[in-house]
């Protein structure tokens, strides 16, 4: 479901990612594991299609990011280290919002909204504005995001960092339930050794 071969990106002269391979395959979790600044985020932005790489391939659902960019994003669900939430908003509005951005028809956003908001626990915020949040909560919404058309791909950027351990193991038996009930193949970036060992296969990534 995911496939990188000899992946490199340069900023200028610096390589950011050099040289960079792995696969995983159809509901497996994957961990891109790393220090900061090792080129994890880098790898993931061109595996959602956020720009291109230098040289290398790499192929998402079947898909190469480059060529087949809308392809691949139709099948991927995207959770940035930074969530892109709007403040403002509340928590319904905005998940009908990336509902309609991604495309979901409207007779079938409901029934989307409702099934991420049942799944990533959140009834009790759901008409609350997303700046009243708990860090906790905002992360559970950027995952309800990323859910909202059943992609088969999902796509995690430091998911947990900053969280407390509750919400750490809330987070990480949801995925654990993603790949068990629906196969979906989960790519994550982490720095927590212990998450590593709940991973399928780990890649390790260091200055590029």
């Not at 959770?79 to 908003?89: I, K």
């Not at 009930?181 to 050794?193: L, P, S």
Request: charged share 25%; hydrophobic share 35%.
């Amino acid at each position: 479901m995911i496939e990188v071969d000899h992946l490199t990106k340069f900023y200028g002269t610096f390589p950011a990612v050099s040289d960079v391979s792995f696969r995983a395959e159809k509901g497996e979790i994957m961990g891109l594991l790393g220090p900061n600044g090792a080129g994890k985020t880098t790898t993931m932005r061109i595996l959602t299609c956020h720009f291109p790489a230098t040289s290398g391939n790499a192929r998402v659902a079947g898909f190469d990011v480059d060529k087949q960019s809308m392809e691949v994003r139709r099948r991927l669900g995207y959770l940035p280290e930074n969530v892109p939430l709007y403040l403002e908003m509340r928590t319904d509005q905005y998940l009908y919002f990336v509902a309609e951005l991604k495309g979901v028809p409207s007779r079938e956003r409901k029934k989307q909204v409702d099934k991420v908001v049942s799944e990533c626990g959140l009834s009790a915020v759901y008409k609350r504005t997303i700046r009243k949040l708990s860090k906790g909560y905002r992360q559970r919404v950027g995952l309800a995001q990323a859910l909202l058309g059943d992609p088969e791909v999902l796509i995690l950027d430091e998911p947990t960092v900053g969280l407390d351990p509750q919400t750490r193991s809330y987070i990480w038996q949801y995925v654990n339930q993603l790949r068990l009930r629906h196969q979906t193949t989960i790519f994550m970036t982490t720095h927590y050794m212990e998450e590593a060992e709940n991973c399928d296969r780990i890649a390790i990534i260091d200055r590029g």
